[in-house]
């Protein structure tokens, strides 16, 4: 091949991932432009992953274990557990925002990019009621979950010591208004579940 073919056929290949990158560009910045790329939508997304293992906590152990507690202690007993939910939300939380701030416009750009054309993102930006809508809509799921995973993942670190530390807390504010009771239940609990184990006959081997 001669030199003059070869600078064309090099010119040309430049000129194409030039327009790759810039198409590649443009969708992305269509994306960014999105509602759920926001920052008041990823702040929200943000709100919801920090307070989801705080209901579950509420409402697996913190309820249940309530019954422990002498009547004329739980109003103070609710309360102390209030101050300790309401600290690690105001800790963690703005943790987790961050965290959504920095994984969560990417993670929408990885789950959109390949579904939309520059086009239907364009139209998608603009348009509340169209078939690009529904589109739209039909991946939120998946939209989501890859934004949550991605966030709880980039947040864990930070977030899971002070949510071990609610636990822990709660735990002892209980403990120590149902004078003990809820470490004497924790540990039969443990008991039994170790005797059940213990007694759990041997499985049969497999007859050849």
Do not use: C
């Not at 969560?104 to 086009?119: M, N, R």
């Not at 529904?134 to 670190?157: F, G, H």
């Amino acid at each position: 091949m001669k030199f003059t073919k070869m600078a064309w056929a090099a010119a040309v290949a430049t000129a194409l991932a030039a327009t790759s990158l810039s198409a590649h560009a443009d969708k992305r910045e269509q994306i960014l432009r999105l509602p759920i790329a926001q920052k008041a939508a990823l702040d929200g997304l943000a709100s919801d992953i920090t307070q989801a293992p705080a209901r579950q906590l509420t409402s697996q152990f913190v309820q249940p274990a309530m019954g422990l507690v002498p009547p004329e202690k739980r109003e103070a007993t609710v309360q102390q557990l209030d101050a300790e939910l309401q600290k690690y939300q105001e800790t963690a939380t703005p943790l987790v925002k961050v965290s959504a701030g920095k994984v969560g416009p990417s993670a929408v750009v990885s789950v959109l990019e390949d579904k939309f054309t520059e086009e239907e993102l364009k139209q998608l930006g603009s348009m509340l009621d169209s078939p690009i809508l529904k589109k739209y809509q039909s991946i939120i799921p998946d939209l989501q979950k890859t934004l949550i995973d991605k966030v709880s993942a980039d947040a864990r670190p930070q977030v899971d010591p002070k949510l071990q530390a609610l636990q822990d807390n709660i735990r002892k504010i209980i403990d120590t208004a149902s004078n003990g009771k809820l470490s004497q239940a924790m540990s039969a609990q443990g008991a039994a579940g170790g005797d059940a184990a213990a007694n759990k006959p041997a499985a049969k081997p497999v007859k050849k």
